[in-house]
């Protein structure tokens, strides 16, 4: 069974950093791309990062693009997501999230999901 | 950047009944080289993570009920559950994958009339 549970959430203050964690189980984990995917509270999905198995692509939108970085240890069947310069509009429930189609991430969309890890930013 | 909506926000429909939700791109997603529409639809239960239902516009995911259906072309999609249950209780979202960013709708939430 696939499994994906994040950790490393929590409360951090405006300007700080956070490192997030995603252990993956139970699928072939270096055959496919990764994404982290976060939804605001009561709000909708927002796309914030992918890499490809192998982990030489990753891909940012604006939002995110320069503080936030994607990374994987495909030894340690585990994806991470490091953020820094945090502000309030990060705060979010951050979702891994695995590629159903391959290593590749030419065609982002997701067959499985971990439960999430609540990530606050307040002073 | 693509923008996703969708309608409408929220609907109520007796069990056993069809529920229909619409989502429409900004531009066209469907990628002419491969006849292919890049539109995926996805489930989120009440404090659960989203669960993906289609692919490719039309693709059920393995394991999802054949009461849910997609369908649409270029701008236009439309996600079908034919006799509404208990358990599709959710909001539902729509995402195109056609360009980056990857963005995602604004969630149709669906309820039992």
């Known amino acids: 069974e696939v499994q994906l549970l994040e950790s490393g959430g929590g409360l951090v203050q405006p300007g700080g950093s956070l490192r997030l964690s995603c252990a993956a189980s139970g699928f072939t984990f270096s055959s496919y791309a990764m994404t982290w995917v976060r939804q605001a509270p009561g709000k909708g999905l927002e796309w914030v990062s992918s890499i490809s198995g192998g982990g030489a692509g990753t891909y940012y939108p604006d939002s995110v693009n320069g503080r936030f970085t994607i990374s994987r240890d495909n030894s340690k069947n585990t994806l991470y997501l490091h953020m820094n310069s945090l502000r309030a509009d990060d705060t979010a429930v951050y979702y891994c999230?695995?590629?159903?189609?391959?290593?590749?991430?030419?065609?982002?969309?997701?067959?499985?999901w971990g439960q999430g890890t609540l990530v606050t930013v307040s002073s | 950047d693509i923008v996703m909506t969708q309608s409408p926000d929220s609907l109520a429909v007796s069990l056993g009944e069809r529920a229909t939700i619409n989502c429409k791109s900004s531009q066209s997603i469907l990628y002419t080289s491969d006849n292919n529409n890049y539109l995926a639809w996805y489930q989120q239960r009440p404090g659960q993570p989203p669960r993906l239902l289609i692919y490719?516009?039309?693709t059920r995911e393995s394991g999802v009920p054949d009461r849910f259906s997609g369908s649409g072309s270029g701008t236009d999609f439309t996600l079908t559950i034919s006799s509404l249950q208990a358990e599709d209780v959710a909001v539902y979202y729509c995402q195109q994958y056609y360009n980056p960013p990857l963005t995602f709708g604004p969630g149709t939430k669906v309820d039992i009339k």
């Open positions: 999230a695995k590629y159903l189609t391959g290593e590749s991430v030419n065609h982002p969309f997701f067959d499985c």
């Open positions: 490719w516009a039309s």
